[in-house]
């Protein structure tokens, strides 16, 4: 297939932007995909700086690890009045094949403002990553999302998968 697409661009002059890439989206219940972000998150050093937003990577680590504690059940939010009045119209882009935007709204429980271990935060969420991806379905939480409602282990896997992926963007790896 990567070869037909650049004999698309190179051979034929397509413009890039007229060739629709369908984007592959993954989740935290597949093997390879845990793998790879446990390698992103190791290529992360302390002094690693965010492209965009506010927080340290420490920072960035704990509040990975909070919502990985979300998906598991370990933490519960309660619901939010606007999430239940917008979410049946935005709760699909939590778990589809596109990224999540630059600057997004987070709870504020999940919100870390104070100075973290980057050491202990690293191995503490590529902990909570392995337990979740082991614990697959079954290890799940059947609590809803304080914004988006209720998912399925599938949707979290992937919604997981996703937020890992953005923060993991904004400190470029």
């Known amino acids: ?15 890039r932007s007229i060739i629709k890439l369908k984007r592959i989206m993954h989740s935290l219940f597949e093997a390879s995909a845990v793998q790879a972000i446990i390698h ?39 619901r939010r009045f606007i999430g239940r009045l917008f979410a049946p119209f935005i709760k699909a882009s939590y778990y ?34 392995k337990q979740f991806h082991q614990g697959n379905k079954a290890d799940c939480t059947r609590a809803p999302h304080p914004f988006l409602g209720h998912f399925t ?10 937020h890992l992926d953005h923060h993991l963007r904004q400190f470029g790896v």
């Open 96 to 129: 589809n094949n596109r990224p999540f935007p630059k600057g997004i709204n987070t709870d504020k429980a999940l919100i870390i403002t104070q100075d973290k271990n980057f050491l202990a935060e690293r191995a503490n969420l590529i902990q909570y990553i």
């Open 1 to 15: 297939m990567k070869w037909f697409l650049c004999f698309l661009v190179k051979k034929l002059k397509i413009p």
């Open 153 to 162: 282990p599938e949707q979290w896997a992937k919604g997981m998968y996703k």
């Open 40 to 78: 992103r998150i190791e290529q992360l050093q302390p002094q690693s700086r965010a492209l965009w937003g506010k927080m340290t990577v420490a920072q960035m680590l704990a509040h990975s690890t909070g919502g990985m504690q979300m998906a598991t059940g370990e933490i519960e939010l309660p």
